[in-house]
């Protein structure tokens, strides 16, 4: 008789823990279930990201966001929008910035385009191989005049590279900083953005334009499967468990 109690209060116990972690598997089901939601929302986000930006890449140029709209620039309505721009490059104040692309490693060229008022916008004109960064061995293709750039708006790319930052007073470039290059340039008016030319060919074949990688990764269809598949089963273990322990109060 004495025993009985104490088996009578373990039980409880027992039942006290699987209870709690019943609510576990519960609350974690949830939470997975909710993972798995925001990950089809980020899908919906991210296609009709994708989408937008084929438009822009893809539509008849339009003039290059003036100064007086400067402060309205941003990456959700014009980055990868396609513009054309006119003015003179300032070529001996090009900026090379380190890149690996599809045609190897090498450097970005980025030049300033002054404008009929004055201002400016850096002009990544391309690509240049390691061999031919010292300009004297491309001058053919820096032309004097007046020219028409076509190409991407890009957003400012500030402090440096994952791996690398900007050395500014070494002149080392591993991404394009607008306002850094600016200031080592000793350039006053000069747009936030920069402008990837496209792929018309510059005289001599270099810089070599049109190179601008447009990849979004989306991997939020997988990731959404994944968080349901563990919330299934999550549940699946939730269920097991109280189809036992209804079994078990059968008995007792």
């Not at 004297?136 to 028409?148: I, N, S, Y």
Request: hydrophobic residues 45%; glycine residues 8%; positive net charge.
């Amino acid at each position: 008789m004495s025993g009985a109690p104490s088996e009578q209060a373990e039980r409880r116990h027992s039942r006290a823990k699987r209870a709690l972690f019943c609510v576990c598997l519960a609350l974690l089901a949830a939470a997975l279930f909710a993972l798995g939601t925001w990950q089809v929302q980020r899908l919906g986000w991210k296609r009709d990201l994708i989408a937008r930006v084929d438009q822009r890449v893809h539509a008849a140029p339009v003039p290059a966001p003036a100064r007086a709209d400067w402060d309205k620039v941003n990456a959700a309505d014009d980055e990868y929008r396609r513009v054309t721009v006119a003015g003179t490059l300032a070529n001996d104040q090009e900026t090379l910035v380190y890149a690996s692309t599809a045609l190897g490693p090498g450097y970005w060229v980025m030049t300033p385009l002054t404008l009929a008022d004055g201002t400016d916008i850096l002009i990544n004109r391309g690509f240049v191989p390691i061999e031919r960064r010292d300009p004297t061995t491309r001058r053919e293709g820096q032309p004097a005049g007046p020219v028409e750039i076509t190409g991407l708006v890009r957003m400012t790319e500030p402090k440096g590279s994952l791996l690398q930052s900007n050395d500014v007073a070494a002149d080392r470039w591993y991404s394009r900083d607008v306002a850094a290059i600016a200031q080592k340039r000793g350039l006053d008016a000069v747009a936030p953005y920069f402008i990837d030319a496209d792929a018309t060919a510059n005289p001599g074949g270099l810089p070599i334009g049109g190179l601008t990688a447009i990849h979004f990764p989306n991997n939020h269809l997988v990731y959404a499967i994944t968080w349901y598949g563990l919330a299934a089963m999550a549940l699946a273990l939730l269920v097991f468990i109280l189809r036992g322990e209804r079994g078990t109060g059968r008995r007792e």
